[in-house]
């Protein structure tokens, strides 16, 4: 199966991560990202520029409607996702929980939708 | 027993077994549930007629196996994959009779799927008491004080959640079933104490739930042989449940530890529950809070009364409680204990320092067990006032009453 890893974290705590710190979890992120795409298990994943660099967008009546920022304001935003391949749930979770975000932020574990 | 009344009891006790075979054989927990129900109306239509079959377990499972077998041919027409039909072939195949612990691993691998954690707890206990246990869906919506629809819903979603989702039909692997089977005992615990005391209602026991949660007690020690937190949860659930029979008046009412008559307690299960609690003492590693709970509750069934009841071990045993799991609640335990060892006042100082703490905001016993400390020490109009708060924080009726008999004896 496939399953989304949606990586939420607060961005207010983030942007006061100092350098060092900034560069350990990155290092952290590379070690990760290495060893899933060596297990086979990775098939995508990204970084996102924060949330003030969102647009959200709506077509209503046609027309095309557009605001500044993301769809909902909470406590923690989505931050990056990884596209795995994963036996089941239980060897999803084993990967999201070992994803350097989950030590303070959350993962949000999701399925993929399989169209027969 | 008539016909009819035999064949709903086997149904009851071999839903569960049925059910977590076929899981196996086809792989889906929606097919294999409409499968069984396929399977029972074909037994209510045949066995009242002619011989009940051997083996009912085997005849139903092996009738349900083609009625999913049908199902899926019937997909396959319209769906027209080969795949469907490989799968049939496999079906075929897997079949035969299965040995006794192939049995045992798919009952243990049904209890895991339904108590996994990635589904809601609540959702948990309806999953388990559906499936495992076999109550009709009906009867699960009764235990939850919900509507059948809305109950039906739920079990729905859960189902199409493991199957969507991807949650695995299977036993945790050696690291992970620590965590997992403590998971599930947490669920059993759960369906044992709403049938101990309920949370609203007009009755103060459910004796059914109490017996599915012993029942599944009892398999989980069967299935996985020698873990202290099991022996533990068992024995504790016996000894609870022993008491049963003092715990109510014939009109309903609430009858109090302190004044039940203790020659109404199921000795034999006691007797078996002591055992339990000494089996799960002695298994080697650091002490499990459900026997040690199972060891204060066998203290309390050994006493020949109230007062001649072992006080210091009993708070002794909560210390130790505190220490391995403390929670606001074992506090609040601890403190009743002590004030059977070093009164009422000292008690009370302990019960205040947790309502300070604001841990327990909500939880109905706490001004519970302050009335009852304040009656004691004769501070009457404040054991009023408590004993209004508790009867405002319950739901439960027989509750209410006691409280009212409290504050009628309390006068004023």
Redesign the interface.
């Known amino acids: ?1 496939q ?1 989304l890893l949606l990586i939420y974290r607060n961005e207010a705590e983030l942007s006061k991560m100092t350098a060092t710190n900034r560069e350990k979890m990155s290092a952290e992120y590379g070690a990760f990202t290495q060893s899933i795409i060596q297990s086979g298990n990775f098939k995508a994943g990204d970084g996102l520029q924060p949330t003030t660099t969102a647009t959200t967008v709506r077509v209503r009546d046609g027309k095309i409607l557009t605001t500044d920022g993301p769809f909902a304001e909470t406590r923690e935003q989505l931050g990056g996702y990884y596209l795995v391949e ?5 060897a ?2 084993a990967m999201a929980a070992r994803i350097p975000g989950a030590r303070e932020g959350s993962i949000e ?1 999701r ?1 993929i939708m399989i169209y ?1 | 027993m008539t016909p009819s009344a035999e064949i709903d009891r086997i149904f009851r006790d071999e839903a569960g077994r049925a059910l977590a075979t076929l899981i196996r054989l086809v792989g889906d927990f929606d097919l294999a549930e409409e499968a069984l129900q396929d399977a029972f109306a074909v037994a209510l239509a045949r066995w009242p007629a002619c011989e009940m079959p051997d083996n009912p377990r085997a005849w139903l499972v092996n009738v349900a196996r083609n009625k999913a077998i049908d199902r899926i041919r019937r997909q396959a027409t319209f769906r027209g994959k080969q795949q469907q039909l490989v799968h049939e072939l496999e079906l075929d195949a897997r079949a035969d009779d299965d040995p006794p612990a192939m049995l045992d691993d798919d009952m243990l691998r049904l209890i895991f799927t339904c108590c996994h954690p990635a589904l809601a707890a609540e959702v948990q206990v309806a999953l388990t008491l559906r499936t495992v246990c076999g109550l009709s869906t009906a009867q699960v919506a009764r235990a939850f004080l919900v509507g059948e629809e809305a109950m039906a819903q739920r079990l729905v979603r859960a189902r199409q959640k493991i199957r969507l989702a991807g949650i695995p039909y299977e036993v945790p692997e050696r690291d992970a079933l620590e965590p997992r089977l403590n998971g599930a005992l947490a669920v059993i615990y759960l369906v044992f104490t709403e049938g101990y005391v309920a949370t609203s209602g007009a009755d103060l026991m459910r004796p059914d739930l109490a017996v599915e949660a012993i029942r599944l007690g009892r398999l989980l020690d069967r299935l996985i042989p020698g873990r202290a937190e099991i022996k533990g949860l068992l024995a504790l659930m016996l000894l609870h449940d022993a008491r049963r029979a003092g715990r109510e008046t014939g009109a309903g009412d609430i009858v109090l530890l302190e004044e039940q008559d203790r020659a109404l307690w199921d000795r034999a299960q006691i007797e078996e529950g002591l055992g339990l609690v000494e089996a799960a003492l002695r298994v080697p590693g650091r002490p499990q809070p459900y026997a040690v709970q199972a060891a204060i509750a066998a203290l309390h069934a050994r006493a020949p009364g109230w007062a001649q009841t072992d006080w210091p071990q009993i708070a002794g045993l909560y210390e130790v409680l505190l220490r391995i799991s403390p929670s606001p609640v074992i506090e609040l335990n601890h403190a009743a204990a002590v004030s059977m060892v070093d009164g009422p006042a000292r008690a009370l100082d302990l019960v205040n320092a947790i309502a300070a703490r604001g841990g327990l905001d909500g939880y109905e016993l706490l001004p519970a067990v302050r009335a009852d400390l304040l009656r004691r020490l004769g501070r009457t109009q404040e054991a009023r006032q408590a004993y209004v708060a508790a009867t405002a924080a319950t739901q439960l009726e027989p509750l209410r009453r006691l409280y009212a008999r409290r504050l009628a004896e309390l006068g004023v």
């Open positions: 199966m399953y994963a036996r089941d749930l239980d999803a979770i574990v399925p027969k």
